[in-house]
């Protein structure tokens, strides 16, 4: 089993940015795809980003592209979620997953999940 506890979220204001954690326990995740979702008030969970153990492969929804980076410690078991010039459609819940298989990952369905962080963005 593995357990995963975000840390990081907060009350910032637009522009501004903030650096996520997740850190893994349990198990070693280093050859684990770790992965960032979101969820909003009264909208669906959304996919931001993923990298896989190397991290060899990395992707990124389109709303976070050139503002956010994922990045990961193997050695910490960490995965790290860095937003640049967040804007209050970034307000959300963030959360942590992560599967041995990347595209499970992707599309939501890992088998661990964290509990989630808030993150919202004022104007």
Known sequence: ???????????V??????RLSCAASGRSVSTY?????RQAPGKEREFVAACNWGPVRILYADS?????????DNA???????MNSL??????????AADNLFDKVVAGR??????GTQVTVSS
């Open 13 to 18: 204001q637009a522009g501004g940015s903030l």
């Open 76 to 82: 910490k078991n960490t995965v790290y979620l860095q």
């Open 87 to 96: 804007t209050p459609e970034d307000t959300a819940v963030y959360y942590c």
């Open 33 to 37: 795809t770790m992965a960032w979702f």
């Open 110 to 115: 890992g088998d661990y999940w964290g509990q």
């Open 64 to 72: 976070v592209k050139g503002r956010f980076a994922i990045s990961r």
């Open 1 to 11: 089993q593995v357990q995963l506890v975000e840390s990081g979220g907060g009350l």
